[in-house]
């Protein structure tokens, strides 16, 4: 290949990845509305600047890397919708009081949006090829827009929907490895 | 192309090594110029380049990259097109170095109207006014002041003839 061809294709590849870059900032699209929904619903800026930054920087550099993972960053920014939107609602509910116990709804509603979360993205994950890349960057997304939810019950909230994710998850992805085993 | 669509980075290079010959002879064979040529094939590759992750698995990719080339060189053509016709200074620039089109007109202008006042000379007198410019001097003791009598009388005549003509000197 004469240098000048070479010289060609290191261009041609570097605008290849400018398009990438480009395709990548659609995701932006979707990020940025939902930081600015859950600025709305009164997320602290201390908490949404570094969560917000990191979705946004994971799910751009996803799209950008391959479409399977952009695929993923989408399929977690869906799995996390619950988690971020819930707690938030439980909270505008108030209290909760079950045969004269009452207690605050929104640990609770964080292990059960981070379960729906985790089954979602593990149901997913299991119909890629490489499911477990799949499942592990989905998760990341998901997990972060959750953390911007779930942060209303404090860190154990956050650590709540971290167990709902690891609890809804591990069924389905041990059940598909035993099917593909 | 689908794979490389998708970002898989590892179908660059079979792509590039496809498409950039493919889109030179095309772009050849359209244009017939090589160096026009390559211009809008690398003009095309970079646009498809740019756009790859855009590109619908459903379509033929070589029939899209040829879109792409066919746009450059129905672009190229225009654009040459409009600069052989209306780039004044491309008009302008003449092989002996001449001036614009406005200067060229005056001077063919003023060249009509001279034929035009020297037709009216006689024989000799537009000998005589030839040698001068021609830098031709006649050789002899008494040439000299004759030859110069004889401009001067040809200088009057053809002032004559252009005051006549168009009333200045």
């Known amino acids: ?181 | 192309m689908i794979a490389l669509s998708q970002g898989d980075r590892a179908a660059f290079r079979p792509v590039f090594s496809a498409l950039w010959p493919l889109l030179c002879r095309f772009s050849l064979h359209a244009l017939g110029e090589a160096a026009l040529a390559e211009d809008a094939a690398q003009t095309a590759l970079t646009k498809l380049f740019l756009h790859a992750s855009e590109f619908d698995p459903g379509r033929d990719a070589i029939a899209w990259a040829l879109g792409f080339a066919s746009f450059e060189v129905l672009s190229l053509r225009k654009r040459k097109w409009r600069r052989e016709r209306f780039d004044l200074t491309l008009l302008a620039a003449q092989p002996d170095g001449g001036g614009t089109p406005e200067d060229m007109a005056i001077e063919r202008d003023l060249r009509a109207a001279a034929d035009e006042a020297l037709g009216v000379l006689r024989q000799q007198d537009i000998e005589t006014l030839e040698a001068v410019l021609e830098g031709r001097r006649p050789e002899g003791p008494r040439s000299g002041a004759t030859f110069r009598k004889r401009v001067q009388r040809a200088i009057e005549r053809v002032r004559l003839a252009w005051r006549n003509k168009h009333g200045i000197d």
Request: with cysteine; net charge positive.
């Open chain 1, 1 to 181: 290949m004469a240098s000048t061809e070479e010289d060609l294709e290191r261009r041609m590849r570097a605008i290849f990845e400018l398009g990438r870059l480009a395709w990548a900032a659609r995701m932006l699209v979707v990020i940025v509305p939902l930081l600015f929904v859950a600025r709305w619903i009164g997320r602290p800026a201390s908490l949404l600047w570094p969560v917000g930054g990191a979705l946004t920087l994971l799910a751009f550099g996803l799209a950008f890397v391959h479409l399977r993972y952009q695929r993923a960053a989408v399929a977690g920014i869906a799995a996390g919708l619950p988690a971020l939107l819930l707690p938030w609602i439980f909270r505008i509910a108030g209290e909760v009081c079950v045969g004269g116990k009452c207690f605050d709804p929104c640990l609770p509603s964080c292990l059960l949006t981070g379960a729906i979360a985790g089954g979602l993205v593990a149901m997913r994950a299991v119909k890629e090829e490489r499911h477990w890349s799949f499942w592990l960057a989905a998760l990341a997304v998901a997990a972060l827009l959750g953390t911007l939810g779930c942060s209303v019950a404090g860190g154990a909230g956050v650590l709540g929907l971290l167990g709902g994710v690891a609890a809804g998850s591990a069924p389905v992805l041990v059940r598909a490895e035993l099917r593909r085993s």
